[in-house]
């Protein structure tokens, strides 16, 4: 379990069925609103301003963005089966990568 905290929300893990059946789930507390988000964390993200590949949240930015890191090769691939990708003025930085670059920071604002 991981919980961090931000001046806009808090992020937090937690695990449902300690002893049996564990299932893992991310947790977004909104400050503003008290709202709670939860989603199991096998679940996955897609920025839809970019449709840039899904991710797994690790935690939350300073400024509250969804943090998530992605190896370069999977980036290529999934740049393979989704060749749309490259029309995105957005994602062109992605033209540069290799297989063996250092891994994509992903930054989603929730």
Known sequence: ????????????????GLHENKVLYNGIYNKEDGS???SKYDDKITDDLTSFMPFKPLGISSAGEYVGLVEA????EWLE?????????KLNFL????????P?????EP
């Not at 991981?2 to 001046?7: F, G």
């Not at 090769?73 to 290529?76: E, G, I, S």
């Not at 994509?104 to 989603?108: A, D, S, T």
């Open 1 to 16: 379990p991981y919980v961090s905290e931000n001046d806009k929300s808090i992020f937090f893990q937690c695990i449902k």
């Open 36 to 38: 709670i988000k939860m």
């Open 73 to 76: 090769a999977d980036v290529l």
């Open 81 to 89: 089966e989704n060749p749309e990708a490259e029309a995105n003025e």
């Open 95 to 102: 033209n540069q990568l290799a297989e063996d670059s250092n």
């Open 104 to 108: 994509v920071l992903i930054l989603v």
